[in-house]
């Protein structure tokens, strides 16, 4: 199956905030069930400790249970988390990462193209209202879950080049495989999300009526994932495009796929060598 690039809905600005929360709400619930918690805790986990890191940025946290469900993977108590987006989810992060004191978020919009050239001429970023940063960034890692498919081949490589700059290891987690059965699993992703609303607790009430109106009376945010699932699928790529895309970077890879319950996800870690490589 070839590589193709359309559009997802998720990506697009146009769509409105409260919409946004609501799909990735239920995005992270598909993916927990899918498995993604369980390759997060024991092959990501042991990633970041073999990395010896003391930070990790995600980029594009959604709705930062994946990050918090890492958090509690990670054996050393003192590496310290930040969520970033392109569309930072405040309210939900708020609630979220409130009982994680690990775990922090930046407020402004952090993107592929602005993560490289912001970091590398402030060596920080400002973290939400405690006052602390994000320094000596060559201790850091970078995060991606479900998140690099968005960018295109040409960004990707930039993307790759700006973090390389920066001499910081990358670990990438991808939640489908372009195949037949990664696609099949990306279309039907709608479906089971059908059952998302019975699931939430602790929500108002008027949220609650728009999960139920938005998943039943008319499924927008079954249709959406259904969509982007199989552009997702059809955007992953395989090892020899990872290798291509890293090509003369001082990175050392590492592509692991088949991961999970239903041997669906894929895991590459890029480790910074510099001159070492």
Known sequence: MRYVYHFEFCERPEMPEWLRGDFFRSLGWLQKSFGLHQVLKKNVAQILEELSVAQVIELGSGSGEALVALSQGVQNREVRFFA????PKVGLWERCFSSHKQIEFITSPVSFESVG????SSRELP???KGTHIKNLPNAALLLISTLHHADPKQTRLFFE???GLKMSIVIVEPLERNIRGALLGLFAGVPSLLVPLFFKGIAVKERLRFFFLHWIIPVVPFVLSHDGLVSALRQRREVEWR???????????????????????VLTLRYVGDGK
Do not use: C
Not at 117 to 120: A, E, F, H, P, Y
Not at 255 to 263: E, N, V
């Open 244 to 266: 291509e895309l890293t090509q003369g970077l001082p990175y050392q890879l590492h592509f692991q796929d088949r991961l999970g319950p239903l041997r669906n996800f894929s």
């Open 117 to 120: 050239s912001g970091l590398k």
């Open 162 to 164: 700006q973090v390389a």
């Open 127 to 129: 973290s939400q209202d």
């Open 84 to 87: 970033t987006d392109r569309f």
